[in-house]
């Protein structure tokens, strides 16, 4: 082990009253990494409708479109249980740049990728880079800060990753504008630059004394199970096909490998996602929850802007621009929620802030082709104060759960949960409103030739294309109301599992939250190794 890796048992100097310079610094570090790895969960959105078309994009299918999203957040939520156990075997400050670079990388590769195919590889791949760089942003800031500031170092963290979820629609828009598609990716590049440097600068390099030992069968259990059950959905959705064999017979298949992975984590000494934590109602509370919210949120992200620039007509700036006030209510939502949960408790906090983004759900019902935008804006706004305000507090009551050392598998429960929760967002609402818009638009598709039914009968942007080419301009109009038609279904699906997340924590979050799974005798990870405190990390060595 090198001098730089070395730790020490010296106690660690009393912590200041508030944090120092070089506390924020790291911060500001760590916000920009993780910043950059948000961003791409929601900057391709935007940029949908340019990749369908096959002029100015890669001319997608839907299921492709499903899939180069997916298909980054399904390798980054699986992924994440690795990329906890890696930050606690070889350092968190290591992994976090190895996964910066990884991730900087693959974003020029997706920039510049040729077919559909290729970009949804090179998104895969992203993907791997940000399982990597999440837990350890995390990690370090309960390293960097100690408990009187890691809630609000925390609730800034959060606030930021809401931020940059918000602003990715609005920078891909501006980028659309005036570049190509490609560019939305490499905006990622000197993110990943600055941020390599300040890490290696600012981060401190301690990492557990507990050698944690690989699983390569869960991982590999959880991985193809998870993607057994994405595809089957997205196919099912793609091929309306929903009793063939290859689709319910892969999403069986995916769910016994899930059974199987849990009854591995169950039984092995050395698991790489400890099942056994979920004994903590909280903490599984709290997970089960987030899965929900962001079931609801990244579903809606995924038809707002098909709704934006399809029935209402927007540029991709335009769309950006629109969507942009959800970044005020999570601004206001995200530091008030500290205070809040002073006041209130995280139980009404946090269920309160779930309602409040179920309502605004719900609330696409009501728009249509004449809705006037105000009102648009006004939900978001709404949106993002719910958003806001319940998920800093219930990523503080994941990490308060675990013991000190287990941070690293805290961080990616937490961020595997929002990510498993988008990627079923994204196939299950993106399967409903393919199927409804299909069954809508089959009567006016009757009796026209074939290939104008395959082209538009699986999306709007593919019969706003065929319309414009076979001299068929009522498919427009139809293909508007038939969207319009299938968003209001499926809203309201996003809608319920946000009720449904909200009712969890009323359910689970009982009690003292301010108290340890260890204060409450409640086992949140039997294995005696993993109560072993952090070592403090000599100030010499982390500069």
């Not at 940059?164 to 990716?185: C, D, M, N, T």
């Not at 009796?447 to 999306?459: D, M």
Request: glycine share 10%.
């Amino acid at each position: 082990m090198s001098a730089r890796e070395r730790t020490t048992d010296r106690p660690a100097d009393p912590a200041p009253a508030s944090p120092t310079p070089r506390q924020w610094l790291a911060l500001s570090v760590l916000v920009l990494a993780q910043l950059a790895v948000w961003l791409d969960n929601t900057i391709l959105n935007v940029a949908l409708k340019t990749l369908a078309d096959p002029d100015e994009g890669l001319g997608a299918t839907p299921n492709e479109l499903q899939w180069s999203i997916s298909s980054y957040t399904l390798v980054f939520a699986v992924l994440l249980f690795t990329g906890g156990v890696l930050a606690d075997r070889y350092g968190q400050r290591r992994i976090l740049l190895v996964g910066l670079c990884v991730f900087g990388v693959c974003s020029a590769w997706a920039a510049w990728a040729s077919s559909p195919g290729e970009l949804i590889l090179a998104r895969a791949v992203m993907g791997v880079g940000s399982a990597l760089i999440m837990p350890a942003t995390l990690s370090l800031i309960a390293e960097v800060f100690d408990a009187r500031h890691r809630a609000k170092a925390i609730a800034i963290w959060s606030g930021c990753s809401g931020l940059a979820i918000a602003a990715g629609p609005l920078l891909s828009g501006a980028l659309l504008e005036h570049f190509w598609w490609g560019s939305v990716f490499l905006v990622n590049v000197p993110l990943v630059l600055v941020s390599v440097v300040g890490g290696y600068l600012l981060l401190p390099v301690a990492r557990s004394l507990t050698r944690r030992h690989f699983d390569p069968v869960g991982v590999l259990l959880s991985t193809v199970g998870v993607l057994a059950v994405v595809y089957g959905i997205i196919e099912g959705g793609h091929r309306n096909a929903w009793v063939a064999w290859d689709v319910l017979g892969l999403i069986a298949l995916g769910l016994l490998l899930l059974a199987a992975f849990v009854v591995v984590e169950l039984r092995i000494p050395h698991p790489s996602f400890d099942i056994r934590l979920f004994r903590n109602r909280r903490f599984t509370g709290a997970s089960v929850a987030v899965m929900l919210t962001f079931f609801g949120l990244t579903g809606s992200q995924y038809y707002a802007t098909f709704y934006l620039q399809g029935p209402r007509g927007q540029t991709p700036f335009e769309a950006g621009m629109t969507l942009a006030p959800v970044a005020l209510g999570v601004l206001l939502g995200a530091p008030v929620s500290a205070v809040l949960v002073k006041r209130w408790g995280a139980r009404l906090v946090v269920a309160g802030g779930m309602l409040i983004a179920a309502a605004t759900f719900f609330g696409y019902v009501l728009f249509d082709n004449d809705t006037p935008l105000p009102w648009f804006w006004l939900l978001l706004v709404v949106q993002g104060l719910g958003l806001g305000a319940s998920v800093a507090p219930t990523t503080e009551v994941i990490i308060a759960a675990l013991p000190a050392d287990r941070t690293g598998v805290g961080s990616a429960v937490n961020n595997s949960m929002r990510q498993i929760g988008g990627v079923l967002g994204v196939a299950v609402l993106g399967t409903v409103l393919v199927s409804v818009y299909r069954d809508e638009m089959a009567p006016t598709l009757s009796g026209l030739p074939e290939r104008v039914v395959e082209q538009a009968e699986n999306s709007p942007e593919g019969a706003r294309y065929v319309a414009d080419r076979a001299g068929l301009p009522h498919l427009v109009q139809a293909a508007d109301d038939s969207f319009l038609q299938a968003m209001h279904i499926t809203t309201v699906i996003g809608g319920a599992m946000a009720v449904a997340g909200a009712v969890i924590i009323l359910i689970t979050f009982v009690g003292n939250l301010s108290r340890t799974p260890a204060a409450e005798g409640e086992e949140a990870a039997p294995d005696p190794a993993d109560r072993t405190a952090p070592p403090a990390v000599d100030a010499r060595e982390a500069r």
